[in-house]
């Protein structure tokens, strides 16, 4: 999208316009790009293969059968272990910077969102945790998630990076942390309470 940036206008991406925009300019240009993504990958009707048009502002309408498709949107969860006064911070294989964040995937079919966190994180550190608890929750456009962040409390194991997902990662202390992730992603939000000791 295109911003102002001392004095001159240039394209930026979704999440860098966060810079430079307010907050209430992001979410609409955020709701926007998930509305672009839900229309480009549904022009065609899923039961009957004919097209399909724009019925209301967030859905489409088979011409032919009538079906109606809405946005539909993937959870993810990201939890933030803490043992002691360290949280674990990791770093993920597709991440394109030097940055540590919070164990983070999607929710499978059939499971809660606590089963979900306590899945990835022994999925990914074999660690096990508990005292799960709910953060917050936030959309995020890249494209159609929501992320929905929680604590938890370290119980036992060794961390170990089973599946790959991970690259690096370890117990950091607020006195020394890594680089972080930009806001404004869930993941820095609930990373900066820590930080700041109110969860």
């Known amino acids: 999208m295109i911003v102002t940036i001392d004095g001159e206008k240039r394209e930026v991406g979704l999440r860098e316009a966060w810079n430079y925009i307010s907050e209430e300019e992001w979410k609409k240009a955020a709701r926007d790009a998930e509305l672009d993504f839900f229309r480009s990958t549904h022009r065609y009707c899923g039961s009957c293969g004919a097209a399909m048009a724009p019925a209301t502002e967030i859905s489409v309408k088979c011409q032919e059968c009538g079906r109606e498709d809405f946005p539909t949107l993937s959870p993810a969860i990201l939890v933030l272990v803490r043992k002691g006064d360290k949280a674990l911070l990791v770093h993920a294989r597709n991440f394109s910077r030097p940055t540590f964040a919070l164990v983070a995937g999607f929710v499978e079919t059939g499971e809660s969102l ?26 995020w456009p890249f494209p159609s998630q929501l992320m929905i962040a929680f604590t938890a409390d370290y119980e ?25 992730p930009t806001l404004p992603s869930l993941s820095r939000l609930l990373i900066d309470a820590w930080l700041n000791k109110t969860v």
């Open 114 to 139: 606590e089963e979900c966190v306590s899945r990835e994180v022994k999925e990914e550190t074999t660690l096990s945790i508990s005292n799960i608890r709910y953060f917050g929750s936030q959309s």
């Open 156 to 180: 036992s194991g060794e961390i170990s990076f089973a599946d790959g997902e991970l690259t690096d990662g370890g117990w950091f202390s607020r006195e020394n942390p890594p680089l972080l």
